[in-house]
Nanobody, 122 residues
Framework: QVQLVESGGGLVQPGGSLRLSCAAS????????MRWYRQAPGKHREFVAS???????NLSDSVKGRFTISRDNAKNTVYLQMNILKPEETAVYLC????????????????WGQGTQVTVSS
């Protein structure tokens, strides 16, 4: 069994910063790509950023220059540093990861966390 748990969300003023974390736990053999998405009320889930196990990163155009994605493989954790936040970025932020388990080490499955709420408001 594998779990992803996000943390670090909260209320921040426009222009402020937050750092989100997403920790994977359980019977993990290997973690491949890890990603952040966000979903605002009434809107589709939107890709934010991704990072491979080789630390190659990709960010959506809307967050380039303001957000940074990183990971700590020893802690099975991915981070999202968000700077200069805007009110329209209020959303639930979710992480996912492609993970091979000890039970099935030759294939991977995409796991999702429950999300953490980020509210950008004055």
């Amino acid at each position: 069994q594998v779990q992803l748990v996000e943390s670090g969300g909260g209320l921040v003023q426009p222009g402020g910063s937050l750092r989100l974390s997403c920790a994977a736990s359980g019977s993990i053999f290997k973690i491949y790509s890890m990603r952040w998405y966000r979903q605002a009320p009434g809107k589709h889930r939107e890709f934010v950023a991704s990072i491979t196990n080789g630390n190659s990163t990709n960010l959506s155009d809307s967050v380039k220059g303001r957000f940074t994605i990183s990971r700590d493989n020893a802690k099975n954790t991915v981070y999202l540093q968000m700077n200069i936040l805007k009110p329209e970025e209020t959303a639930v932020y979710l992480c996912n990861a492609n993970i091979a388990t000890m039970r099935s080490s030759d294939s991977w499955y995409t796991y999702w966390g429950q999300g953490t709420q980020v509210t950008v408001s004055s």
